[in-house]
């Protein structure tokens, strides 16, 4: 005799089929599950196929993608630092600011035109 999870009610497996939920493996009553007479009879006839998700299951699925997402996000942004950190000590910021000058001094003399602003180091990301 199994007993509904929710409503606490006993089920009897000859006049009500319990349902169990995919996720927590609990046990809910036809009732509780929200199913109608006619998804019962289908789930009578396929009960190996037959998978229910409650609603405490169904949401914390609903929330999975979210949280998992909130953590690369989180992954990316210590990536994101650890690269600043590296270009920091690494050379690259010297010989860019060493470029930058040249280049300021190359178009002043040789073109007269105002230094770009697009940084190709920003594409790299
Ligand atoms: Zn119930
Ligand atoms: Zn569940």
């Given at each position: 005799?199994?007993?509904?999870?929710?409503?606490?009610?006993?089920?009897?497996?000859?006049?009500?089929?319990?349902?169990?939920?995919?996720?927590?493996?609990?046990?809910?009553c036809t009732k509780c599950s929200g199913l109608s007479a006619?998804?019962?009879?289908?789930?009578?006839?396929?009960?190996?196929?037959?998978?229910y998700l409650c609603d405490e299951c169904e949401d914390q699925?609903?929330?999975?993608?979210?949280?998992?997402?909130?953590?690369?996000?989180?992954?990316?942004?210590?990536?994101?630092?650890?690269?600043?950190?590296?270009?920091?000590?690494?050379?690259?910021?010297?010989?860019?600011?060493?470029?930058?000058?040249?280049?300021?001094?190359?178009?002043?003399?040789?073109?007269?035109?105002?230094?770009?602003?697009?940084?190709?180091?920003?594409?790299?990301?």
């Amino acid at each position: 005799m199994a007993q509904c999870f929710k409503c606490n009610s006993r089920i009897d497996d000859k006049t009500l089929r319990n349902i169990n939920c995919k996720g927590c493996k609990r046990v809910i009553c036809t009732k509780c599950s929200g199913l109608s007479a006619t998804s019962m009879r289908v789930v009578a006839l396929q009960t190996p196929k037959f998978s229910y998700l409650c609603d405490e299951c169904e949401d914390q699925l609903r929330h999975i993608p979210e949280s998992c997402r909130l953590v690369t996000d989180l992954q990316q942004q210590v990536q994101e630092l650890k690269t600043n950190q590296i270009n920091i000590v690494n050379l690259d910021t010297v010989t860019n600011e060493i470029q930058e000058r040249r280049n300021r001094i190359r178009n002043l003399i040789v073109f007269g035109i105002p230094e770009s602003k697009a940084n190709s180091n920003e594409d790299k990301k």
